[in-house]
């Protein structure tokens, strides 16, 4: 089953599905959400750890933040501004036509879910993705700023602050938005997926409408120690989600009437992770939490796959002194009660 009704139709979705053969490259997806994860940007490492891992994305993860804890820190960069993106796919599901059309790039999301038992031919790799800052396209204009334009985005209920930074400061609650953002994206994708339908079903009053998703290349600048002047250093590639998460259902017209905005920003194309964490960011900010999706102790205590597996994993190690003393404790117990009897 799949959404049929995008501009050129059959063919559209066709071609789609071609790119996927042309852009498919052996973990591809998995690498993607392995530096997610991770919570550092360095594809041929996180290949390498899925290799050494067996596939296994949870402990690639895991090796992956392990390394990332051995690097220097050496400098900061600045803001990027997804609206200079080099585009590979974009699409939006609250308006057909957006500016500059709607690109979906290479996807499965219009094809049936079927075993191909023949192999398809892959297109040789013939080195690192990459984009050229010379061929960029023209920038589209974002849905969200069109809206913005016509008075219907609230603004934000935080305002701007100093960046929090989970990876040197314990979590206090509630937390900044900084911080929530920083913990969402790198999350552990299922975990966030859980949590984020659990909202959908109802338990949680967040369910949005995506007004944009994008999958694209982003430079990264910093600051020239000297000249102080912005310079790139490189591009990464990111999916953007951003939802419309309140409004939808109105049933009073009013001049007040407002949409709130979910965001998402992962590494690499994980566009269900993304859409997840526009979700979760619209739950965790409602004040007066009734559902698990809008606690946020549960959720940021709990979407950290590595902290859970390490925790859930240590079962497997010895727990003989402990559970003697248990077992010591429960005979004593039986002791007395019989010498009660």
């Known amino acids: 089953m799949g959404y049929v009704a995008v501009k050129g139709g059959e063919d559209s979705i066709k071609n789609a599905k071609k790119l996927i053969e042309i ?26 750890a899925v290799k050494q891992a067996e596939g296994d994305l949870m402990e690639a993860s895991f090796l992956i933040r392990a390394y990332r804890s051995t690097l220097p820190r ?6 990027i501004d997804t609206r200079d993106m080099f585009v590979i796919r974009r699409i939006s599901s609250t308006f057909k036509d957006i500016p500059g059309g709607q690109i979906l790039g290479a996807t499965r999301d219009y094809t049936q ?6 192999p398809s031919e892959e297109v040789e790799d013939e080195g690192e993705e990459s984009s050229d800052a010379s061929e960029y396209p023209p920038k589209f204009e974002k849905v969200v700023d069109v809206m913005r334009k016509d008075g219907l985005i609230a603004d934000p ?3 701007p602050e ?6 040197r400061d314990s979590l206090q609650f509630p937390l900044p938005r900084s911080a929530r953002l920083q913990a969402l994206a790198r999350g552990e994708s299922g975990a966030m997926l859980a949590l984020a ?7 949680g009053s967040v369910h949005p409408t995506i007004a ?13 120690p000297y000249t102080k002047k912005e310079v790139s250093i490189g591009e990464i590639l990111v999916t953007e989600c951003e939802g419309i998460l309140s409004g939808v259902g109105v049933t009073t017209l009013s001049e007040d009437v407002k949409f709130s905005i ?5 590494f690499g194309q994980n566009e269900r992770k993304a859409i997840s964490m526009a979700i979760l960011d619209g739950t965790t900010n409602i004040k007066e939490p009734k559902a698990p999706s809008e606690d946020q102790e549960f959720v940021f205590y709990h979407i950290d796959g590595v902290d859970a597996m390490g925790f859930v994993e240590h079962l497997k190690l010895p727990h003989y002194v402990t559970f003697q003393s248990s077992l010591d404790r429960a005979k004593k117990a039986k002791e007395v009660k019989n010498e009660g009897l």
Do not use: C, W
């Open 23 to 48: 852009f498919r490259r052996e973990n591809r997806l998995a690498v993607d959400q392995v530096m997610g994860e991770g919570s550092l940007y360095a594809p041929k490492l996180a290949e390498l």
């Open 74 to 79: 050496i400098g900061y960069s600045e803001p």
């Open 113 to 118: 879910r079927l075993l191909e038992f023949e």
């Open 157 to 159: 209920s935080e305002k």
């Open 162 to 167: 100093e960046p929090f930074d989970i990876t």
């Open 197 to 203: 339908y659990s909202s959908l079903r109802g338990y």
């Open 212 to 224: 944009e998703l994008r999958v694209g290349y982003v430079k990264v600048k910093i600051k020239h």
């Open 262 to 266: 979910g965001y998402g920003l992962v």
